[in-house]
């Protein structure tokens, strides 16, 4: 049974950093894994992937600030933010994708909340 978990979230000012972590149980390593966010009222956006073997692609507003990885025996995705800033706010979620879309049920998420 897959399941994602994600954690990390929380209130930091403008500039601070947090790492989220994504435990994703019954999946592959084989998979490529991203992170997403939603703000409020907004649709949720592909933030940052990165393949089984490392390679990493940055939605605009990460590039530079956010960094993902994985930890394959530990079956965690990891996405680290410094520079923050007050959009970025949203809750984060990570999920297995094939191509552009992702596969599994949504987790519930942490938010991220950032104050300027």
């Known amino acids: 049974q897959v399941q994602l978990v994600e954690s990390g979230g929380g209130l930091v000012q403008a500039g601070g950093s947090l790492r989220l972590s994504c435990v994703a149980s019954g999946i592959s390593s084989i998979y490529t894994m991203a992170w997403y966010r939603q703000a409020p009222g907004k649709q949720r956006e592909l933030v940052a992937r990165?393949?089984?073997?490392?390679?990493?692609i940055y939605a605009d507003s990460a590039k530079g600030r956010f960094t993902i990885s994985r930890d394959n025996a530990k079956n965690t995705v990891y996405l680290q933010m410094n520079s923050l800033k007050p959009e970025d706010t949203a809750i984060y979620y990570c999920?297995?994708?094939?191509?552009?879309?992702?596969?599994?049920?949504w987790g519930q998420g942490t938010q991220v909340t950032v104050s300027s």
């Open positions: 990165i393949t089984s073997s490392g390679g990493t």
């Open positions: 999920n297995c994708i094939y191509g552009d879309i992702p596969i599994y049920s």
